[in-house]
């Protein structure tokens, strides 16, 4: 049995919560009131405690800004109707953040200690919660390598934060992609799956030459040949060809995303056929010329269900339709209805944090 963690609380002198309005919520863009933060040293955890949000001493020569040992996770917190807060699937998000941890040679959060701290966080700034249906409070655990070193090497010190910012909705209209088939974001083999800084600042390029050609985000496609779709920008990829509802498989390329499980579960609940198959860019095109991609779709923490209205490849462009009755939707609304306590949880995706 894991021994209880104490996580001391030093509360803010100046709570910032005034400055806000929570109708008009820039994505990631004001952090809440308070920060968790924790050291790793000499083997151990040490001194896990919530503090005023503000700067972190980081020396030039820190691991972290030369060999990128750095991992983060992407979660939400929800006001339920109740008054109470969830957030939301911390057993899946932690699982994730554990195995993306492993791969960078990090040393793991004990569970405990990452439940505690998450708890921690949102009972000091609960108010930062929106109460609006499409906010949430957005909540950002990491680790960084700390260790004060130029020699390559796994470093030996670590700072687990964790900070939280409230957001509204990430895309506000529906997106229009570009198949990426000269750059790839992630190898076979590589750390794809993992959530490493890495990984997106790879992206960026690429992203922002789709986005000078009038695009809003890249749909990857495998590294080897280009052929086959693994996942878009801030996101992984779902369509529905006719009734069937196909997304790429898991491989060491495709973060396994939380919201993407979830879509592929409650589709399982309703009776709708799924596939996690392999869908090639000629398979996808001579859908969309025929009409049989019903919906196309992203799914993330972050973007919650994004429709895609246009698909790019190579020089040609193919609209998608997005209706208001689209399966999308229903599992958009679904999901909002578990998270703010209106439906049964019968997966047990709610750890709910009890405000008094």
């Excluded at 920060?35 to 020396?59: A, C, D, L």
């Excluded at 040992?69 to 929800?78: D, I």
Aim: proline share 4%.
């Amino acid at each position: 049995m894991q021994s209880t963690i104490t996580v001391k609380v030093e509360k803010t002198k100046q709570s910032h919560l005034g400055d806000i309005d929570f109708k008009q919520l820039e994505f990631g863009k004001t952090p809440a009131d308070h920060m968790f933060i924790s050291e790793y040293q000499q083997g151990e955890w040490h001194n896990p405690r919530i503090q005023p949000y503000g700067n972190i001493i980081f020396t030039p020569f820190s691991l972290a800004l030369h060999y990128g040992q750095t991992v983060f996770e992407g979660m939400k917190a929800f006001r339920m109707d109740d008054g109470n807060i969830s957030i939301f699937r911390l057993d899946k998000h932690y699982e994730r953040f554990s195995k993306s941890l492993e791969r960078m040679c990090m040393p793991l959060v004990p569970r405990n200690l990452f439940e505690e701290a998450m708890a921690a966080v949102v009972e000091v700034d609960y108010a930062w919660v929106p109460e609006d249906e499409n906010s949430s409070l957005y909540m950002r655990p990491f680790m960084v390598a700390s260790e004060s070193r130029l020699g390559v090497k796994v470093s030996e010190e670590y700072l687990f934060l964790i900070v939280s910012s409230p957001v509204g909705s990430y895309y506000s209209k529906p997106l229009k992609v570009k198949v990426e088939t000269e750059f790839v974001r992630a190898a076979e083999g590589g750390v794809g799956f993992a959530k490493c800084g890495g990984n997106y600042g790879s992206a960026f390029y690429p992203t922002k030459m789709a986005k000078e050609q009038g695009f809003d985000q890249v749909l990857w496609t495998d590294s080897r040949k280009n052929e086959y779709l693994e996942e878009s920008g801030t996101m992984n990829v779902v369509f529905f060809f006719d009734e069937v509802l196909v997304t790429p498989p898991l491989s060491t390329s495709i973060l396994d995303g939380v919201t993407r499980d979830s879509i592929i579960t409650l589709a399982k609940d309703m009776g709708i056929a799924t596939e996690q198959r392999d869908i090639s860019i000629v398979e996808l095109e001579q859908r969309l010329k025929e009409g049989s991609v019903k919906e196309a779709f992203g799914a993330g923490t972050a973007a919650v269900v994004a429709p895609i209205d246009l698909i790019g490849i190579g020089d040609r462009r193919y609209n998608v339709p997005v209706k208001e009755d689209a399966k999308m939707f229903t599992f958009k609304k679904l999901l909002s209805d578990i998270r703010h306590g209106r439906t049964a949880d019968k997966h047990g995706w709610n750890h709910v944090v009890k405000i008094n």
